[in-house]
């Protein structure tokens, strides 16, 4: 296929700037194998699972990953750290008028940073003195992405970020989890469905466009991922009493499926380029949940691997005649896999 294929139009009016009043007042477009696009609302999400499901969430945790400073000579820089290699060296992408060659010292706030070297379209910078946390403790931003038009705001902190997030590493949050609230999960567990949580840590790649008209030549950006042994059990045990496994975000689904290459769910630690396309025979995942996403994106490729092409762009279309919120602080889709 070629990346042309995943283009839709939307009007920029749709793309979300701010979240919702509260996390559970999204809409909800439900894509049914059987009946079609469903329009509904976020707060009734519960009403489409089962006693014994298993949804799996992604408890990545964003960093403050947005700094500002400037080079010795006067230069404003605005970097953004893209993974913590040591606790005083990380790769980062940098914004300056010149791109700073090695040895560049960056100041932000009272702290140096040495640009070392490159690594592909990354630097590798190193903290004179000092750890990278509590730079961004002091002195980082929440990362929005590009097409959030404003600078972050003191509630981005909070809202930017899942309830259940725990581990340290994104640059970008896992979007499909920003709709629960603890309400919601007690809601969910009353009713008998059991939860799990993989770690995928997203770097800025997703934000990236594909640069090339056919897919088969797209070398997909890597991301730190960990499924448990834990996690695994869970999948088998979901499995025996004929439960569906459902996927929160597509960072769940790239996770699990990226344990699973052989056929059989397996504790996984390390990088995944898992590029997931039309075609693409799933291993664990029955149901997704996920935010729309965007034109021509490889997440879109992925959401339309897993419930079809034509009846994921007819109801991206649908959504946009609708006037669904689009992106990270968007509306949310509940699909089933095709």
């Not at 770690?199 to 797209?218: C, I, M, S």
């Amino acid at each position: 296929m070629q990346t042309s294929d995943f283009s839709y139009e939307l009007p920029e009016e749709l793309i979300a700037q701010y979240p919702a009043r509260n996390r559970t007042d999204s809409r909800l477009l439900v894509l049914d194998p059987s009946r079609g696009v469903l329009d509904s609302v976020f707060a009734g999400f519960p009403d489409l699972l089962r006693e014994g499901d298993l949804l799996v969430f992604n408890d990545t945790r964003v960093m403050a990953a947005r700094m500002y400073g400037r080079k010795e000579t006067g230069g404003r820089v605005e970097l953004l750290l893209e993974r913590l290699l040591a606790e005083d060296r990380a790769l980062a992408q940098i914004r300056a008028s010149k791109a700073p060659k090695a040895g560049t010292r960056i100041r932000v706030g009272d702290r140096w940073l040495i640009v070392e070297g490159r690594e592909d379209d990354m630097f590798v910078l190193a903290l004179e003195t000092g750890r990278f946390t509590r730079l961004m403790d002091a002195h980082g931003h929440m990362p929005l992405p590009p097409y959030i038009r404003r600078e972050d705001e003191s509630f981005d902190e909070s809202r930017y970020q899942t309830v259940y997030a725990q581990r340290e590493g994104s640059v970008a949050a896992p979007t499909a989890g920003l709709h629960f609230d603890k309400a919601l999960l007690d809601a969910l567990s009353r009713k008998g469905v059991d939860t799990a949580r993989v770690t995928l840590h997203v770097g800025a790649g997703t934000f990236q466009p594909v640069r090339v008209k056919n897919l088969d030549e797209h070398v997909m950006h890597a991301e730190w991922v960990e499924v448990s042994e834990q996690v695994c059990r869970r999948i088998e045990q979901t499995r025996q009493r004929g439960g569906r496994v459902i996927a929160v975000g597509t960072t769940s689904v790239r996770s699990l499926e990226t344990a699973a290459a052989d056929g059989i769910c397996r504790p996984y630690r390390g990088d995944t380029r898992l590029f997931i396309t039309p075609g693409y025979s799933f291993k664990v995942v029955d149901a997704l949940l996920t935010n729309f996403h965007l034109p021509e994106s490889t997440l879109l490729m992925l959401v339309c691997a897993f419930a079809g092409y034509e009846p994921v762009m007819s109801a991206y279309r649908h959504a946009v005649e609708k006037g669904y919120r689009f992106f990270s602080y968007g509306d949310a889709m509940f699909l089933t896999r095709a």
